[in-house]
């Protein structure tokens, strides 16, 4: 079921994104809002974009990604109901690798989308606020720069609407403030033919016209997720909470745990030998959670020097332990005394010591290297949920 979006008309959408592209061009920012041969771009360079294209006067599509707010966990498919002419080949890769958080297309005088269940955001109107309305677009344009004025800002808009931009235009909003040559919001600082490029390539000078993209066809199959990477994420990582550790020998004794041990008896917080220490290990992966007693820093010593060295002595210690059949330990739970040590490890299951936060744990990538170092009969019941495959529908 689809939806009306609330957004201005294309050309407005893309005279506002391209004015943007212009002037922040100008004054040194080039890839903000940008302007390509097959679009416009924005970037926050915090993890959010979006695509914005047109295809002709009556068509375009909008789509892209905010790092917190876009809808995608639980996933949405938000494609599905979308029409045959949306760039597929471009959307059908994102919206498999859960990197699609909102897709909007223009067609018969409206925008429209996927219809979301209740509460649920998808970021667009975060990522592109200064574009909402000419005042918006306006006032984000006074901001570039100490100097620039609501009047200035207001009159560049203008001249890219009536695709009539020219280089006093630029210089009205962004040369208010004198600075030495390369210097951002000077005259003589400013880049005005790059300025002027984007504006050529986005069709906001005389003789010039924005770039349009040919219509899409729709894949006759495409793979449609039902579980977002969070969601898969969580699913191992519970498989993980209830299995149980699969009978194997102990370790072998090794000069590497005797001095994780001697390390953390000097590093005991009281100074009576009592150290805990809970870790977490893979081929490529590290971290560490307090325990009760959780190893002191030296008041000399460089910042992170002790997680550093605890670090190497971990991997030591891993390596050390580790068997080409039984594979290696993920987890690892020491508890130290004046004269005596208490060890746990965990290959195959999450330790009720380690705390869940429901967002943060293992990678399936790392725990599919791990596993596969393995005999079959030393892998976990929970292997098979690292399939990748696992998180899409079945195409059938």
């Not at 789509?63 to 959307?91: F, Q, Y």
Request: proline share 8%; hydrophobic share 40%; with cysteine.
């Amino acid at each position: 079921m689809l939806t009306d979006v609330d957004l201005p008309a294309p050309g407005l959408l893309w005279t506002r994104w391209a004015t943007l592209g212009a002037a922040l061009t100008a004054i040194g920012h080039t890839t903000v809002w940008s302007i390509d041969d097959h679009g416009a771009t924005f970037d926050d360079h915090d993890g959010g974009w979006a695509r914005f294209a047109l295809l002709d006067g009556r068509r375009a599509v909008l789509h892209g990604h905010h790092r917190e707010h876009s809808a995608t966990d639980p996933p949405i498919d938000l494609l599905t109901g979308a029409p045959d002419w949306l760039p597929w080949d471009e959307l059908s890769p994102l919206a498999e690798s859960d990197r699609l958080g909102f897709v909007i297309w223009h067609e018969n005088g409206r925008w429209s989308r996927v219809r979301y269940r209740d509460g649920l955001q998808d970021g667009m109107s975060e990522l592109l606020a200064p574009l909402v309305t000419a005042e918006s677009t306006i006032i984000a344009l006074s901001a570039m720069t100490p100097g620039g004025t609501r009047e200035a800002g207001e009159r560049l808009l203008n001249a890219g609407v009536r695709a009539e931009l020219t280089a006093s235009d630029l210089e009205a909003l962004l040369g208010g403030v004198s600075g030495a040559p390369g210097a951002l919001g000077g005259v003589e600082g400013l880049d005005l033919d790059a300025a002027l490029a984007v504006a050529a390539r986005a069709g906001l000078i005389p003789g010039t016209r924005a770039p349009r993209i040919t219509a899409g066809k729709r894949p006759p199959m495409r793979r449609v997720r039902r579980l977002s990477q969070g969601e898969h994420d969580r699913l191992v990582w519970a498989a993980m909470r209830d299995a149980t550790e699969l009978r194997r020998p102990a370790p072998p004794t090794t000069d590497e745990l005797d001095t994780l041990v001697s390390w953390l008896q000097e590093r005991s917080p009281q100074g009576d030998g009592r150290c805990s220490l809970l870790a977490y290990a893979d081929a490529t992966s590290f971290s560490s959670q307090p325990g009760d007693r959780p190893p002191a820093d030296h008041p000399d010593e460089e910042r992170y020097a002790a997680f550093r060295r605890l670090t190497e002595l971990v991997r030591a210690l891993r390596r050390a332990e580790s068997d080409p059949r039984y594979g290696r330990w993920l987890y690892l739970r020491v508890e130290t005394s004046a004269t005596g040590v208490q060890i746990e490890r965990r290959y195959d299951s999450w330790p009720s010591w380690w705390h869940d936060d429901g967002v943060s744990g293992p990678w399936r990538t790392n725990l599919q290297e791990e596993m596969e170092t393995r005999l079959p009969a030393y892998r976990p019941s929970w292997v098979p949920l690292l399939d990748p495959e696992v998180a899409y529908r079945p195409t059938a």
